[in-house]
């Protein structure tokens, strides 16, 4: 059973442009969501967070928007930049502080072309 | 510099012959986690700690174990490994209670079992 899905394996952008990664839940007892970012041969890094009492979330060019009756959340990247390219994972936690098991989704490969 | 450090990077077994891939931390954390991702399933939990000697399961358990003798290590151990073990492990941490902050992974462990 998923419970965090990315629905689009991969994603193509042009430099410069906006890229929108998307995420959806099931689980009504999160309530705290995060986007990971994966490069070849290292481990996932954490990228930015939000928590279920808040809609947006912004650090510089990311911004991560939670729509928690459609209980789906997106990552904007603007504007893209080559160095973006990388798997992204949207994770999600559930309990006091957030807790600490992270469901993790099965992740977009963003490639941003020039 | 704080990280998670996993041993091997890389490793090719056979079915059956014990093996151990080893995790450390340098940041003091309480909670450390174990994760295989595997293409199309994302990053999967595999056992937990919360602290020196207690660990738990997560959602994909079957073959593996874990102890947990010091607050900075946390083994992974297949007594007797198959190919559907064949995968990307990661050794992550975390302070208790705040995994709404994000944990911090290792780099990555590649084994392949024939």
């Known amino acids: 059973d998923q419970q965090v899905k990315q629905n689009s394996p991969s994603l193509s952008v042009q430099e410069g442009r906006i890229s929108i990664l998307n995420c959806d839940y099931t689980?009504?007892?999160?309530?705290?969501f995060l986007w990971y970012k994966k490069y070849p041969a290292e481990g996932p890094t954490f990228l930015i967070s939000?928590?279920?009492?808040?809609d947006k979330n912004e650090d510089g060019r990311f911004t991560v928007f939670l729509n928690k009756s459609a209980k789906h959340l997106s990552l904007h990247i603007v504007p893209s930049q080559p160095g973006d390219s990388a798997v992204y994972f949207c994770?999600?936690?559930?309990?006091?502080?957030?807790?600490?098991?992270?469901?993790f989704g099965t992740g977009t490969q963003l490639k941003v072309e020039l | 510099e704080a990280q998670v450090t996993q041993n091997p990077r890389y490793l090719i077994t056979v079915t059956g012959k014990k093996l151990t891939v080893t995790c450390s931390q340098n940041?003091?954390?309480?909670?450390m986690s174990w994760y295989r991702q595997d293409p199309g399933l994302g990053l999967r939990q595999i056992y937990y700690?919360?602290?020196?000697?207690?660990?738990d399961k997560g959602d994909v358990p079957e073959g593996y174990k874990v102890s947990r003798k010091e607050k900075r290590n946390f083994p992974l151990i297949l007594e007797s490994p198959s190919p559907n073990q064949t995968s990307l492990y990661f050794c992550?941490?975390?302070?208790?209670?705040?995994?709404?902050?994000?944990?911090?992974f290792g780099s990555g462990t590649r084994l392949t079992v024939v």
């Open positions: 992550a941490s975390s302070l208790l209670g705040q995994g709404a902050l994000g944990y911090t």
């Open positions: 689980n009504s007892m999160f309530d705290y």
């Open positions: 939000i928590s279920s009492i808040k």
């Open positions: 994770a999600a936690s559930a309990g006091k502080g957030g807790g600490n098991k992270l469901t």
């Open positions: 940041m003091n954390h309480e909670y």
């Open positions: 700690s919360m602290n020196v000697e207690v660990t």
